[in-house]
């Protein structure tokens, strides 16, 4: 079990070889640690060099620096050690560092000791795990605006309501004999309402900033050799997927990770649709019917020849999907009613920036710009399932007997402040932090 009575270290930068490794040190004992190593008696924020040493031995030439409690990152007394990178030198760094009682950190210790110490609540925390492990300039933007604070204030905003409603239907409860107008409670009703929209609102735009975080899920559907497989390949710039002449070549999905737009995409090919009595390829199919009905975006590829009657892929593509009207050099493809076209041909290349041009127009729309800031994470969206519900219980309340509506408000406010861990925190502490990395 974690203390912050103990100091505590870990490697900030990946492990490995390389030029330069730092470890991060914090908690009561940094001082002693410091001044065991000959590191004693530093300027705060004044990067030194210094020659540590453990029983008479070199550990290494290091810059070090050290963050007096409480203004640094996690309120209390930190340092780093900026260390040569080869792993001999980080190994002995941190056997002296044990040796002097400085045990190494759990995953998410420094963040977690950052939020009990109040230096950030939970909701910019979870920013700090995103941010790391962001790879595009959309999760870095909505990452960097979740860890300045503007999820933290939206949901503030949401509790101020709630306790002004609040406040008026409990003011009507505990003094009615004072002063105060009558049905009271009842004027708390427009602030419910507006507040009501406001939850709708943030849950109907919930799925954006899973979608940023994760990965948009664009997938390739369609009949056998329609070319899905050699679409695929163009749009990863390799040979990922294997294509033949061969109907059913493609038997399970294949993803694959790609930029577009600043946006993080994840790309599938799938199992061409058809009956099949082939028990390998029927279970491809059934993965690829799975994968096609939880797509963010199905790209439906036809060709001319291909299939006769209906084309299966049409009981899954939807009208905000696009028709990928493939081999255009072999023929026209009469294209569906209802679902925008595009023709294009993947052996010639016609018509492929033309599609690259119309994904990146689709993530931007799906993805930027709203008003309610990302909710990024399925904790999030679970709290304000939760707030709605008992607003709009307290709402109902308010008309029949207004006496009964406080005690949903107070569970709406108790769900906000649980994303932000204002309280009840202890049982959520855990889920927080334990996808985080080491030193963090």
Known sequence: MSS?????????????????????????????????????????????????RHDGEMVDQALVLRFPGPNSYTGEDSAELHLHGGRAVIEAASRALIALEVRPAEPGEFTRRAFQNGRMDLAQAEAVADLIDAETSAQKSQALGQLDGALSAAYAGFRRD???????????????????????????????????????AALADSDRGRRVREGYRIVLIGETNAGKSSLFNVLTAREAAIVTPIAGTTRDVLDAELMI????????DTAGLRDSHDVVEAEGIRRARQRAEGADLRLWVRAPGVGQGDDPASAFAQADDLQILNKADLGAVMPANGIEALSLSTASGQGLSELHDWIAARLARDLSG??????????????????????????????????????????????LARVTGAI??????????????IGK
């Open 370 to 415: 709203a008003d309610f800031p990302a909710v990024t994470r399925e904790r999030h969206r679970r709290r304000l399932v939760e707030a709605l519900a008992a607003v709009e219980a307290g709402r109902r309340a308010l008309d029949l007997a207004p006496e009964m509506a406080g005690d949903d408000l107070r569970r709406a406010a108790d769900a």
């Open 261 to 268: 737009g600043g946006y993080a995409v994840t790309l599938s």
């Open 4 to 52: 912050n009575a103990d100091t505590i270290f870990a490697l900030a930068t990946p492990p490995g070889r390389g030029a330069i490794a730092i470890l991060r040190l914090t908690g009561p004992g940094v001082d002693a640690a410091l001044t065991a190593l000959g590191a004693g008696g530093l300027t705060p924020r004044l990067a030194s060099l210094r020659t540590l």
């Open 162 to 200: 709630l306790l002004k409603a609040l406040s008026l239907v409990e003011a009507e409860i505990d003094f009615p004999d004072e002063e105060v107008p009558d049905n009271l409670a009842r004027t708390a009703g427009p602030v419910l309402d507006q507040l009501a929209a406001d939850l709708r």
């Open 424 to 437: 009840g925190v202890e049982d959520i502490l855990g889920e927080v932090f334990s996808t985080f990395c």
